[in-house]
């Protein structure tokens, strides 16, 4: 009788769900603020809440989007060159006001590599010495300002022009830089 009981216990603990399922501090991160962001956008623009304007507002925003926020795109099949859609698994919830978290949370057990998108680390360009940097780090730069070194060869060529585009693109770093 006992046995029968305490076999019970365990099958009754086994089958209810944990906390498992939770995101853990800094996970999804490029999840929850893209479309956090995008939640955002939808209500500064009273768009309707329906599953279908949901959907066209978020092709229309990834349409935009650059690095990670792409690769996000393209992992729910918001791009044209995605290869899976999984878009009305944000669409749908979203059109039913469910928290950010709880959508990236259905994601991340669909397809657990949209967790595992982080942002790159931004470089204060006010105090980072570039001729520490690599070259891949220097190109990042000019990449996200939208620009792009053609005829740089040496890493001399991508400070110059950094440093060329820094009043345009970061005003105050350009200010603050004076050892160059």
């Not at 996970?27 to 939808?42: A, S």
């Not at 657990?112 to 940097?133: A, G, H, M, N």
């Not at 690599?134 to 110059?160: N, T």
């Amino acid at each position: 009788m006992w046995c029968l009981s305490g076999l019970s216990v365990a099958l009754a603990l086994a089958l209810v769900p944990g906390p498992a399922g939770a995101l853990k501090e800094g996970e999804c991160e490029v999840c929850m603020t893209f479309l956090g962001k995008f939640y955002q956008q939808l209500q500064d623009d009273n768009v309707k809440f329906t599953s279908s304007d949901i959907e066209k507002a978020i092709i229309r925003s990834c349409r935009d989007a650059k690095g990670k926020e792409n690769r996000f795109c393209y992992y729910i099949g918001a791009t044209s060159d995605a290869a899976t859609k999984i878009i009305n698994e944000v669409s749908k919830p979203l059109s039913f006001h469910v928290p950010v978290e709880k959508i990236c949370e259905k994601l991340k057990k669909k397809d657990s590599q949209i967790c595992e998108l982080k942002y790159d680390k931004q470089l204060d360009l006010t105090t980072v010495d570039l001729k520490k940097l690599k070259v891949k780090d220097l190109k990042k730069i000019l990449e996200e300002w939208g620009e792009s070194c053609k005829g740089c060869a040496e890493k001399s060529d991508f400070i110059r022009k950094i440093t060329e585009l820094m009043p345009k693109y970061a005003p105050a770093a350009a200010r603050a830089r004076t050892d160059l």
